[in-house]
């Protein structure tokens, strides 16, 4: 039998009736259902020529349907290639053309601009309702026998794109052994186990929602309670039946400022997990009192997965990141790789099965990426304390994380650049309680020109993902610079650090 990330899911759920994920106003659904739902979706699939290798680019809605697609592509051999809800056309046509991919699978409102730009024969649709889209239709009639293709761990499972610094999107390549080795190691640390019930409440078309929530519960036999999306009043009904949840920096503010989170709500919660952004100590301290329970953070990224995580047992350190997670080596190195002392600022560099193989058709960049001895070069600044603690202090690049998901300034002020009437532009991340950090654009205008704040924005709003639309756009007579010219962003956040408080 070959090895890879669906035999050991398949193995972990010997009994079919377990239930594997509950749904609001859907019937629940069991490991058994997911599993031969997932062979018919693999038959339709096969039947629109996807074969092993080749790319399925998936822009749905979350739904269950969603992830049995996920399982779907793992057992026909496809490399899954999960796209953000909020992506544009313009945004979605780049990823189609890089990734080349067989089929492309969207939501069925939004097939008409996805032919705008990839060929109609090869979309098929899936509907967030269970029941509607070509996919679901056609598959109704299928086996839910599928004789699964011989893969194993070095195979690729997934291209996961995460911006590059000159704008242009990067495919992190992930393995099935990557995806499966991370998993292992969290459910280790985290004391993941078939008695657990996550509140999910992520996305699915990020490494937090898919690969760790996703991927840990089915590893583990698990159940989950299968939210679209963030819903306050959903999130405090369901925190009574839950044993675990994970969770970005938002929706711990969010719950925050509802009465009916406390003690007695979170009683069968054993684990609040956090990360994607960092979390204020502020936070950390609130929830504890609220609560009685100290949130977990984490550290890892879409190329590696998770690094680092605080212990389950011991300290949880607000604004640390915590150890390096078994069978991960981390390391605080300086330009050249070498490791610094303790407590000293350097690069954030990472070593382990949970790494991925490079950058898709970018073998310059996936090269640069690597130092000699294999170590990943993560482009995060980081400390490390005499118990091995981690803190993240900043980025080595301009990179933003806001509401959990990463963002680089280069691809906004290109767009904001090419506008009429601007002369130059910065993007930098303020901080922000809710979303970690906040995109926020200074704009200089052209001599006799006159731009505003709102035109600006309304002139993002169909070329950007809502997630990286500048929250606000700050107009200057000139952005601040050194003697060599080059522009300040560090004046700028500092001077506006109190923006959004």
């Known amino acids: 039998m070959t090895d890879n990330l669906f035999t050991r899911i398949l193995q972990a759920n010997s009994d079919p009736d377990r239930v594997f994920l509950v ?7 069991s490991y058994g259902d997911a599993f031969a739902a997932s062979a018919r979706y693999a038959h339709i699939l ?6 092993p290798g080749d790319r399925v680019a998936v822009q749905a809605e979350k739904s269950p349907e969603a992830l049995v697609l996920y399982l779907a592509c793992l057992r026909l051999g496809a490399i899954y290639l999960p796209l953000n809800t909020d992506y544009t056309p313009h945004e979605l046509s780049y990823f189609a053309g890089d990734a080349e991919p067989a089929v492309f699978v969207c939501s069925p409102k939004s097939r008409e601009k996805i032919a705008g730009f990839f060929p109609a024969e090869r979309i098929v649709t899936l509907g967030d309702d269970g029941q509607s889209g070509t996919l679901v239709e056609e598959a109704r009639e299928q086996p839910v026998q599928f004789d699964d293709a011989k893969l194993g761990m070095k195979d690729l499972a997934a291209i996961l794109y995460t911006s590059g610094t000159t704008g242009r999107s990067k495919g992190a390549m992930l393995s099935h052994g990557n995806l499966f080795s991370n998993a292992q190691s969290l459910i280790h640390t985290w004391r993941y186990s078939a008695s657990d019930v ?3 409440a992520l996305p699915i078309f990020h490494t937090h929602g898919l690969f760790v929530a996703g991927n840990c519960t089915m590893l583990s036999s698990a159940r989950m309670i299968f939210l679209p999306k963030f819903n306050l009043d959903a999130m405090i009904a369901g925190l009574p039946e839950a044993t675990v949840m994970m969770g970005v920096p938002t929706f711990y503010t969010r719950l925050l400022v509802d009465a009916r989170l406390n003690k007695e709500t979170t009683r069968n919660i054993r684990l609040f997990i956090s990360g994607s952004a960092p979390l204020l100590a502020e936070t950390h301290r609130e929830w ?22 605080n ?17 991960v080596e981390v390391r605080i190195a ?3 790789g070498k490791e610094v002392a303790q407590g000293e600022i350097g690069m954030i560099e990472v070593r382990g099965p949970n790494v991925f193989s490079g950058y898709w058709r970018m073998p310059d960049k996936s090269a640069a990426a690597f130092r000699p001895d294999g170590f990943f070069i993560t482009g995060d600044l980081g400390t490390t304390d005499s118990e091995g603690y981690v803190s993240i202090v900043g ?32 993007v930098v991340g303020l901080p922000h ?6 995109v926020t654009a200074f704009v200089v205008a052209k001599p006799g020109a006159t731009v505003s704040e709102a035109g600006i924005v309304a002139a993002l709003a169909g070329q950007l993902a809502k997630f990286k639309l500048p929250k606000r756009v700050i107009v200057l007579k000139e952005l601040p610079r050194n003697t060599m010219g080059k522009v300040q962003k560090s004046l700028m956040r500092t001077e506006y650090k109190a923006l959004y408080s």
């Open 46 to 51: 096969a039947r629109h020529d996807v074969k």
């Open 23 to 29: 749904s609001p106003g859907r019937a629940p659904l």
């Open 433 to 438: 309680k809710d979303f970690g950090e906040g």
């Open 334 to 336: 300086d330009a050249e």
């Open 198 to 200: 996550l509140l999910h």
């Open 311 to 327: 212990p389950y047992d011991g300290a949880r350190k607000p604004g640390s990141v915590g150890l390096a997670l078994p069978g």
């Open 288 to 309: 504890n009192a609220r609560t009685g329970h100290a949130i977990l953070e984490r550290y890892g990224m879409t190329e590696t997965n998770m690094n680092t995580s």
């Open 395 to 426: 980025r080595g690049n301009d990179m933003i994380i806001s509401g959990g998901f990463n963002i680089y300034p280069k691809e906004i002020e290109g767009l904001i650049d090419a506008l009429p009437g601007v002369g130059e532009s910065a």
